[in-house]
């Protein structure tokens, strides 16, 4: 008897854990911290899929980084699993983009329409908006929409350098399970920021050349 009301004790316990884990807002946790770059993860507010903050410093400007942010033909030279991305419109400092990004198989790629606003605070700091519109364009045959995504790119001057912060969270959709969503959301900004660094310190080095 004691054993039946203690094992129905801890199934509504694991049961209330689990509901407060996808309806209430969790904690930034640190997820990944290599090569300058931390990430940290955390349930957004009722959903099961977690967010990521990812934080570095970059040896450049605000021009240089907007510029490279602002060139999303070329997304897939350097953003984290992304297969195929083009600009779809622009107009002055906010324009609307198109991404594919890599899944693993047996699941189907998705892809990702957004509306990317840049707002300049003042001289050091501009704030960079981003907000999915699924239904911007049709569905591409064979490739999943995502229909629940958004964030932003903060840029900082600090000194010589800029700090950026990426935050975002999305929904994958379809059948990809949470938890294979969850284990391996920090490797995306990881890889994105590590890509931004390499493809400025290119182009800078193009400049010097020319």
């Known amino acids: ?10 199934f509504v316990l694991l049961l209330l854990s689990q509901t407060f884990g996808v309806l209430a807002q969790g904690e930034w ?21 977690k967010s990521f903050k990812a934080i570095t410093s970059l040896d ?26 083009r600009l779809l419109k622009q107009d002055s400092n906010v324009q609307y983009n198109y991404l594919e990004t890599t899944f693993p198989w047996p699941y189907k790629n998705r892809d990702l329409v957004y509306r990317m606003s840049v707002g300049k ?34 840029l900082k001057a600090m000194g010589s350098q800029i700090e950026i912060t990426y935050f975002f969270h999305s929904e994958p959709g379809d059948n990809i399970p949470v938890w294979l969503a969850n284990h391996s959301i ?5 890889r994105t920021l590590t890509g931004l660094r390499a493809i400025l310190k290119r182009e800078v080095l193009n400049l010097n050349i020319r």
């Open 186 to 190: 920090a490797e995306m900004p990881y």
């Open 121 to 154: 605070s003042n001289a050091d700091s501009v704030l960079i908006q981003l907000e999915g519109i699924p239904d911007y364009v049709d569905d591409m045959s064979g490739i999943v929409r995502m229909q629940k995504a958004g964030g932003y790119i903060s």
């Open 60 to 85: 450049s400007s605000l021009d240089e980084i907007i510029e490279v942010l602002k060139d999303a033909d070329n997304y897939s030279k350097w953003y984290g699993f992304t297969k195929n991305s």
């Open 1 to 10: 008897m004691v054993s039946q009301i203690i094992s129905k004790s801890v």
């Open 29 to 49: 946790v640190l997820d990944m911290e290599k090569a300058g770059i931390r990430v940290y993860t955390r349930y957004e507010l009722g959903s099961e899929f």
